[in-house]
């Protein structure tokens, strides 16, 4: 079974930066296209990035020149660096890997708590 946990939320003031974490247990890590996901308070769940396993990557327009998505294929990982945060960036995020409908799983994790706020 495939899981993924999420870490490095917080408290941040507006035009602050945070990384967030997320490590995986699943073999063969490195061919799976990872993403990060977001859901504000009283919103639907929202793409925010992902990477391939080649390391390209794609990032919604609302995030676009802020937030960087990285992977460490040794380390089962997935990051997403979050600079000049917004307080519309206030969300729980999850991390979840694309099936070959190119869809995220049903399995998500607790995801990361990211509140931007004065």
């Known amino acids: 079974q495939v899981q993924v946990e999420e870490s490095g939320g917080g408290l941040v003031q507006p035009g602050g930066s945070l990384r967030l974490s997320c490590a995986a247990s699943?073999?063969?890590?490195?061919?799976?296209?990872m993403v990060w996901y977001r859901q504000a308070p009283g919103k639907q769940r929202e793409w925010v990035a992902t990477?391939?396993?080649?390391?390209?990557?794609n990032y919604s327009d609302s995030v676009k020149g802020r937030f960087t998505i990285s992977r460490d294929n040794d380390k089962s990982s997935v990051y997403l660096q979050m600079d000049s945060l917004k307080p519309e960036d206030t969300a729980v995020y999850y991390c979840?890997?694309?099936?070959?409908?190119?869809?995220?799983?049903?399995?998500w994790g607790k995801g990361t708590l990211v509140t931007v706020s004065s």
């Open positions: 979840n890997f694309l099936k070959s409908n190119g869809l995220p799983t049903d399995d």
């Open positions: 699943m073999p063969f890590f490195r061919h799976f296209r």
């Open positions: 990477i391939l396993g080649n390391k390209s990557t």
